[in-house]
């Protein structure tokens, strides 16, 4: 299996673009999730999907991210407009979970470098 | 708010020593205890994990240790070695198998001198 595949690796854009982030999960997985990293505050959990469905969506920033899901392979994270302060790490991760007592773990891609100017 | 406290934020250990990183959580709902470890230009990756229902686990170097009552859990690793320099983060999450996903710590970035 190949893991979890994000794309591109490094993004560089000016403020006011729009940016897209793109995620494929592992085959089988049901839950993916997006974080973001930064040394200021760490790993944040943004939003998360169970069978496509977004569940929760209360570590979105701000108006300008959205996500979405329109299959099972394939994830996408958008900021629009972007600005210098969304310069992070995104990290996308996927899960399996058979049920409550399955083992939780997420399984990581290698992250998309955003910087925005 | 930080539901999850990591420390130290850096960490530097001689080659064999033993290095231990300390996390303490507030939610009380938290049912699941994972160390990751991350390398440069990496994603994290899960270390080893334990459930409240036991004390300590062990998996090769690594140990968990975990103390209920006053919420908190550890990480040791013995005999460390170089390729275990990396960043370490503790995470925890609420019941659900973690489905709701993982409050993590800041980080440890940990060296180990040769």
């Known amino acids: 299996d190949a893991g979890v595949i994000q794309s591109p690796r490094h993004e560089v854009t000016e403020m006011g673009q729009e940016v897209t982030l793109r995620c494929k999960p592992i085959s089988g997985h049901d839950y993916l999730f997006w974080y973001r990293q930064t040394m200021m505050r760490g790993l944040e959990l943004l939003i998360y999907f169970n069978n496509n469905v977004p569940i929760d969506d209360s570590g979105m920033p701000e108006d300008r991210f959205s996500a979405k899901m329109p299959n099972a392979s394939f994830s996408t994270l958008k900021i629009q407009p972007s600005e210098p302060r969304d310069s992070a790490v995104y990290f996308c991760?996927?899960?399996?979970?058979?049920?409550?007592?399955?083992?939780?773990?997420?399984?990581f891609g290698p992250g998309t470098r955003l910087t925005v100017t | 708010q930080q539901q999850v406290k990591q420390s130290p934020q850096s960490l530097i250990v001689q080659k064999g020593g033993i290095s231990i990183i300390n996390c303490a959580y507030e939610?009380?709902?938290?049912?699941?205890f994972p160390w990751y470890q991350q390398f440069p230009g990496k994603g994290p990756a899960l270390l080893i994990a334990i459930r409240p229902d036991v004390s300590e686990k062990k998996e090769g170097r690594f140990t968990i240790s975990f103390n209920k009552s006053a919420k908190q859990f550890s990480l040791h690793i013995m005999d460390s070695q170089p390729g275990d320099s990396a960043t370490y983060f503790c995470a925890a999450s609420t019941p659900g198998g973690g489905a709701d996903g993982l409050t993590f710590g800041k980080g440890t970035h940990l060296i180990i001198q040769p």
């Open positions: 939610n009380t709902a938290f049912d699941y």
């Open positions: 991760a996927s899960s399996f979970m058979p049920g409550l007592a399955a083992t939780p773990e997420q399984y």
